[in-house]
C-alpha cells in the first residue's frame, strides 16, 4: 500500500507542477503542442527512475561533502543518454525540444528526488518514486500542450479539432494567444484551480 502511494502521489497530490510548482521552465517553454510535453515528460521520467535506482544503490558510498556533484554527476550521465537516443531516434522532437533536454540535469525535481527520497530509501522504492513523480510530470505537461494546442491550433496529436467557427474565408479560427508564451500562462494558471479544487474534493 505504501508504495502505491509512492507512485501515486506525484499524479495529483504531490504534482509537480500543479501542486509543487516545480520545473516551469520546460513546462511553460516547450508545452506548444501535447507531443512536445508528453516527449519532455517521459524523457525526465528516464532520467528520474535511473538517477533514482542508482542514487540509491551508491548512497551508502558518497562522502557528504560530494553528495550533491554527485548527484549531479549520475543525473547529466542518464541526461547525454536521452539526449543522444532522441537524435538518433526522434530527430524532429529533438529539435523541437532543443535546448530544454540538457537543462534536465539542472531541473528541481530530478535533483530533488535524488536528495529528498532516493538518498534515503531502497532501491524498489526509489523506483517506484521515480516513476511516479515522471509520470506525473509528463501527464501534466501532455495536458497543458494539449490544452495550448487544441486553442491555439485546433489540433491535438496532429489530428484536425477545430472548436470555433470558420472565418469568412472558410479558414478555422484559433486563440494565437495559447501557443505563445502569455498563454502558457493563462492555461498553466487555470488547470492548476482545477487541480486544486479536484485535490479538495478528494480530501474530503
Keep these: 500500500m505504501s508504495q502505491w502511494k509512492n507512485f501515486s502521489k506525484g ?21 506548444t503542442s501535447a507531443i512536445n510535453g508528453m516527449g519532455m515528460g517521459l524523457a525526465t521520467t528516464f532520467v528520474l527512475v535511473m538517477s533514482n535506482l542508482v542514487v540509491s544503490l551508491v548512497k551508502s558510498q558518497i562522502p557528504d561533502k560530494v553528495r550533491i556533484p554527485s548527484f549531479i554527476v549520475i543525473i547529466a550521465s542518464f541526461v547525454t543518454m536521452v539526449e543522444l537516443l532522441m537524435q538518433a531516434y526522434v530527430p524532429a522532437l529533438f529539435e523541437q525540444l532543443g535546448l530544454f533536454i540538457p537543462l534536465i540535469v539542472v531541473n528541481c525535481i530530478v535533483l530533488g528526488r535524488a536528495e529528498a527520497f532516493a538518498s534515503k530509501n531502497n532501491v524498489f522504492s526509489s523506483i517506484i518514486d521515480g516513476f511516479g ?8 505537461l501532455t495536458i497543458l500542450g494539449g490544452v495550448r494546442e487544441i486553442l491555439g491550433s485546433g489540433t491535438i496529436f ?12 472558410g479558414n478555422p479560427t ?16 487555470y488547470l492548476i484551480v482545477l487541480i486544486n479544487k479536484i485535490n479538495k474534493k478528494s480530501a474530503k
Aim: a negative charge; aromatic letters at 14%; glycine letters at 12%.
Design 158 to 169: 496532429g489530428l484536425n479539432l477545430h472548436l470555433f467557427p470558420l472565418d469568412a474565408d
Design 174 to 189: 484559433t486563440m494565437i494567444v495559447f501557443v505563445l508564451a502569455p498563454g502558457a500562462f493563462i492555461a498553466l494558471g
Design 11 to 31: 499524479f495529483f497530490k504531490e504534482n509537480a507542477v500543479f501542486v509543487l510548482f516545480l520545473g516551469l521552465c520546460p513546462t511553460l517553454g516547450v508545452t
Design 133 to 140: 513523480m515522471g509520470l506525473g510530470f509528463a501527464m501534466a
